[in-house]
């Protein structure tokens, strides 16, 4: 069935370092990719998105890597700062699930000063 | 330049009443999405909604709960006789075409009690 999950549930970084957060996607329709950041008490920020006929999409400090083969998304955070606590979560959509996202779990990130 | 804007940011009802939630679309958006989050989850798509139509509406509980877009206004999510399992943060998203990225509000957290 059509799910997004993700590896990782809690990811500690020390600030400074880069961090990685990791998610599966099943469905193999699915065509577009987004990553959303979520803080306390706050609707999902959009961060970065891909396009399934795209691998890899950067950004300021972020990227998104996409690999259809094996229906793996990662997002790459450089020089994490203490801002970046927060949850993060994949979501996709595309092909029969038409416009909706359907959302992993989430990953929450922990920055260590 | 104003983004997707929810009213109320929180809300009590007591079992049986009706909640009525309110979502702004980002300025020049005609697509709007409502999702709803658990403690600790990720989000799960409930509909979507052109001005005046309901495009998808497959996340939708059968009994109690209606969206509507109406050519003039916010979009509206009602919930009749609310019980305490509708205790939720539910998120609008919005997108200024279908398949374009869909960006959040800041949510109504209802609570039942």
């Known amino acids: 069935g059509e799910s997004v999950g993700l590896h990782l549930p809690t990811l500690s970084v020390q600030e400074g370092d880069n961090s990685i957060i990791n998610c599966a996607y099943s469905n193999s329709a699915s065509d577009y990719f987004i990553w959303y950041k979520q803080e306390s008490g706050k609707g999902p920020q959009f961060i970065i998105d891909?396009?399934?006929?795209?691998d890899k999409r950067q950004g300021q400090r972020v990227t998104v890597l996409l690999n259809k083969t094996v229906k793996h998304l990662s997002l790459q955070i450089a020089a994490t700062q203490p801002g970046d606590s927060a949850v993060y979560f994949c979501?996709?959509?595309?092909?029969?699930?038409?416009?909706?996202?359907?959302f992993g779990g989430g990953t929450r990130v922990l920055v260590k000063p | 330049n104003a983004g997707v804007m929810q009213n109320p940011r929180h809300l009590v009802r007591r079992r049986g009443q009706e909640a009525r939630l309110r979502c702004s679309p980002m300025?020049?958006?005609?697509?709007v999405y409502w999702y709803r989050q658990l403690p600790e989850e990720g989000l799960k798509f409930m509909v979507y909604l052109q001005k005046e139509n309901i495009i998808d509406e497959s996340g939708m509980p059968k009994e109690r709960f209606s969206a509507e877009f109406p050519k003039e206004g916010p979009s509206i999510l009602r919930i009749q006789q609310v019980v305490r399992g509708d205790s939720a943060a539910y998120f609008c998203?919005?997108?200024?075409?279908?398949?374009?990225?869909?960006?959040f509000g800041p949510g109504t957290r209802l609570t039942v009690l």
């Open positions: 979501a996709e959509s595309g092909g029969a699930a038409g416009n909706k996202l359907t």
């Open positions: 998203a919005s997108s200024a075409l279908r398949g374009d990225t869909q960006y």
């Open positions: 891909i396009r399934s006929n795209m």
């Open positions: 300025k020049g958006h005609s697509h």
